[in-house]
C-alpha cells in the first residue's frame, strides 16, 4: 500500500517524495509512531528495584524510603502481579511462580520501560486472598518509581530500565523464620504448608531469584553476626554491598575499616571477585554511632542543607526501630535524590 | 547519580566521557532504554481500523476479512475493553461509554503503539455478561491486526498506528433496528431499555463517534436505495466512499458511473467538499456483476495471480449473503494484503 499525502489529517507526515513507492510504507509508520510518541515527553522518573525472594524484606525496605520521600512522590509497584496463571492453573504447571515462565515476563519488561519513560500503565492484580487474576489498574508514575518483587532483574530488558539496583539477601534461615511468621499469620496458611511451599520452590528460587544479586548496586543482608551471642531482642545488624556500579557517597571520613566499631567500612572482594564496598552497622549499634553516617550520607546531597534528614527510617514490621534499616533506606533515598537532580 | 561503567552488566552502555557529570543520567537511560528496545526490533504488522457505533456492522465486517485472511494470520481485538468503570460505578458517572472520559484512552493508544510496532500487549477485558472488569488477556500480533470498536480513530495518537482505516456509517434508523435485535436478542436486555440507552448516548455519539467518520480513508454506508421500493427481503445496497489518503485498486476499465448499473463507480463530492470515489453496489446486484468488480481488485493484486480468491466472503450474520458486503471485505483484504507487500 503506498500511503499518500493526506491534507486534512496526519499533517505531521510529510508527503511521499517523488518516486517512493511501496516500500516506504513501513518506515513511515514508524516514523509516524515515533513522531506521535515523543512529541509530549513526559519527565522521566527516578526508577529503583528491590528484587528478592519472598519474604526478604522487600515491602518493609521499600515502605520507610516511599514514607521518607514524602505523600505523592513516589509510585510503588510490585511486580509479582505479572502471573500467567491464577492459583488454581498453577496446580497444573510443572514450576513455581518463581520461575519465568510462570509470568509475563515480556509485559513486565514493557511496563517498566513505559513507568521509565513517564507514560502510564494498566498493570495486572493478582489477588492473594482469592488466589485469582483480578481488573488490572492505572499506574501512574510519580517522580520516583519504587519497583520491589521476586523478578525485576531477571532480564536485561528490565535492568536497563532502572536507575538504581539493590538485591535483598538474607540468610536462608532468617528468611524462612520471615516467611513462616508472615504466612502463617497474614496469608493464612498453615506452618506445614509453608514449609512444603519453601522447600518446593528452592530450585526455581537457586535458578532465578539468587542470581539477581549480581546485578545489584546495592546488596542489604541483615543477619546476626557470625560468631557472636547476642541479648535475645537484638536487632539484626546488616551489610550493605556497595558495588561501584553506581557513585555512592563517601564515607571514608567519617568511617574506618575498624572492625571492633559498631558501624564500619571495609574494602573487600565479593563472592565473585568484584571489589567492593562493605558497610557493617551491628544490631546493638548505638544511635549516636548510626546518626554519624546517617549525617555523612545527607550532608553529601546536591540540593545542600535545605532539605530536612527524613526522621521516619529504620520502622520494622514489629513496630521496633532498626539502625541497620534506617541507614539503608537513608541510602537509598539520598541515591533517589540524586538521580532526580 | 552519576552513572558509572558498569563492566560486567549493561555492556551496552558506553562509559561516561571524561568530565560527564550528572547532566548525562538522564539521557543514558533514554538510550539504555532506546538501545535495548530496538535491538530485536519485531516484523510490524498491518493494522486496520474499522470505527462506528454500537451496531453498526463492525463484528459482521471484521469477521469475514479475518476468514479470508486465513487461520493464524489475522489478531482480531475490540478496542471497547479500555472501560474506566464497571457497569456498577458508570451509574454514578454522568456521561455514557461512548465518551472518552469512560474510557482509558492513553492505554487504549498506548497498546495500539505496541502492536503497530509488533509487541504483544495485556489487554483488558469487560464482560458483557456480568458488566466486570475482569483479568487482561495476552495478545500477540500476528500478520494483520484487526481493531474494531467505538473510538479507535478518536485521538490522533490512536489514528497514526493504523494502515487502514474504515468508518461504518448505516443510517441511524438502520442501526436502531440492528441494535435492537441484538441487544435484545443476545444481550437479554427488554426492548424500551434499548431505546431509552440509545437516546441517552445520542449526545456522545454526536460528540464522539460520528466525528470519526473524517477520518476513515472508506466509508461504508449500508442502506436501502433512496426512492426506490424493493421487494422485502433485498439485501441492502451498499456505498464505499474511497478516499485518496490511500491508494486503492483502479476500478474504471470495468465501472462507469451509469447509476443505472448495479454496481457503478462516480466521482463526488463528500459532505464537507472533499473529493471522493463513491463506489455503489446495488442489494439486488446479481452475482455476475459483482463478481466483475471482485476480479477487477483481486486481478490488482501485487502477489500476482498466485493467491486464490477468497470464496468466504460477504456472510451476514442471519447466513444470507451480500454483495455489497463482499466486495467491502475483498477491497479490504486486497488493501491488507498490499500493505503487507
Redesign the interface.
Known amino acids: ?4 499525502h ?1 491534507p ?3 499533517t ?1 507526515v510529510p508527503p511521499d517524495p517523488p518516486g517512493a513507492g ?1 516500500e516506504t ?2 518506515p513511515h ?2 516514523i ?2 515515533q ?3 515523543y512529541s509530549l515527553e513526559p519527565r ?1 522518573p527516578v ?1 529503583l528495584a528491590i528484587a528478592g525472594d519472598s519474604a526478604a524484606g522487600k515491602t518493609t525496605l521499600t515502605r520507610g524510603i516511599a514514607a521518607a520521600l514524602g505523600p505523592g512522590r513516589a509510585t510503588t509497584i510490585c511486580v509479582d502481579d505479572y502471573h ?1 496463571y ?1 492459583r488454581a492453573e498453577r496446580r497444573g504447571v510443572p514450576f513455581t511462580v518463581l520461575n519465568p515462565d510462570s509470568n ?1 515476563i ?2 513486565m519488561e ?1 511496563h517498566l ?2 513507568l ?2 513517564g ?4 498493570k ?1 492484580v493478582y489477588d492473594h486472598g482469592s488466589g ?5 489498574v ?1 499506574i501512574e508514575p510519580r517522580d520516583f518509581v519504587l519497583v520491589e518483587g521476586l523478578l525485576p532483574l531477571h532480564s ?2 528490565a ?3 532502572f ?2 539496583t539493590v538485591y535483598l539477601d538474607p540468610p536462608e534461615e532468617i528468611r524462612r523464620t520471615w516467611k513462616l511468621r508472615r504466612d502463617c499469620a497474614e496469608r493464612g496458611y498453615a506452618q506445614d504448608q509453608v514449609l512444603a511451599e519453601l522447600e518446593r520452590r528452592e530450585p526455581d528460587s537457586a535458578a532465578y531469584i539468587r542470581p539477581q544479586r ?2 545489584a548496586d546495592i546488596c542489604v543482608r541483615f543477619a546476626p553476626i557470625k560468631g557472636r551471642a547476642l541479648a535475645p531482642g537484638t536487632p539484626l545488624s546488616a551489610e550493605l554491598l556497595l558495588r ?4 555512592h557517597p563517601d564515607l571514608t571520613d567519617v568511617l574506618t575499616d575498624d572492625d571492633r566499631r559498631t558501624v564500619h567500612l571495609k574494602l573487600i572482594r565479593d563472592a565473585d571477585g ?1 571489589p567492593v564496598d562493605a558497610l557493617h552497622i551491628h544490631g546493638y549499634a548505638p544511635r549516636e554511632d548510626s546518626r554519624i553516617v546517617e549525617k555523612a550520607i545527607w550532608e553529601q546531597l ?1 540540593s545542600g542543607h535545605g532539605t530536612p534528614m527524613p526522621d521516619s527510617l529504620g520502622c520494622l514490621a514489629n513496630g521496633q526501630r532498626s539502625e541497620a534499616l534506617a541507614i539503608a533506606q537513608l541510602l537509598l533515598v539520598w ?1 533517589l535524590l ?2 532526580r ?1
Chains 1, 2 share one sequence.
Do not use: F, G, N
Not at 500500500?1 to 499518500?4: A, S
Not at 507514560?119 to 494498566?122: C, E, G, K, Q, W
Not at 485469582?132 to 488490572?136: C, V
Not at 561501584?244 to 557513585?247: K, M, S, V, Y
Open positions: 500500500m503506498k500511503t499518500v493526506r486534512d489529517c496526519r505531521d511501496k510504507a513501513v509508520k514508524l509516524r509512531l513522531r506521535s510518541s522521566r526508577m500467567r491464577d509475563y515480556e509485559i514493557q520501560q513505559l521509565a519513560l507514560r502510564p500503565i494498566l495486572p485469582q487474576l483480578i481488573r488490572p492505572m536485561k530488558l535492568r536497563v530500565c536507575d538504581i549480581q546485578w561501584p556500579t553506581i557513585q568484584r546536591s541515591h540524586e538521580a537532580e
